[in-house]
Nanobody, 124 residues
Framework: QVQLVESGGGLVQAGGSLRLSCAASGRTVSMYPMGWFRQAPGKEREFVAYISRSGGTTDYADSVKGRFTISRDNAKNTVYLQMNSLKPEDTAVYYC?????????????????WGQGTQVTVSS
């Protein structure tokens, strides 16, 4: 069984920064790619970023490229999302997720464990 717990969300002004953390426990999460997704009210859950199990490969949604950075510390079983230059349209609940296998994917169905989410609100 895998448990993922996000933290670090909050209220921030536009242009500000937040760092989200995702602490994993259970099976060897360090052996799998991990992803961050977000869901705004009334919208579908969307891809934000993923990272390979080694951390050597990352990719981002076009909307966050250049502003967000995903990283991981396998010794701590933790994945991070550094968010800079935040915009009001970044407001959403942010979820971390563990990949089902070794595929690096932007699709939600390729992830089989999800955290409970952390709210990020960016005021204008």
């Amino acid at each position: 069984q895998v448990q993922l717990v996000e933290s670090g969300g909050g209220l921030v002004q536009a242009g500000g920064s937040l760092r989200l953390s995702c602490a994993a426990s259970g099976r060897t999460v360090s052996m799998y790619p991990m992803g961050w997704f977000r869901q705004a009210p009334g919208k579908e859950r969307e891809f934000v970023a993923y990272i390979s199990r080694s951390g050597g490969t990352t990719d981002y949604a076009d909307s966050v490229k250049g502003r967000f950075t995903i990283s991981r510390d396998n010794a701590k079983n933790t994945v991070y999302l550094q968010m800079n230059s935040l915009k009001p349209e970044d407001t959403a609940v942010y979820y971390c997720a563990k990949a089902r296998g070794q595929i690096l994917s932007m699709r939600t169905y390729e992830y089989n464990y999800w955290g409970q989410g952390t709210q990020v609100t960016v005021s204008s």
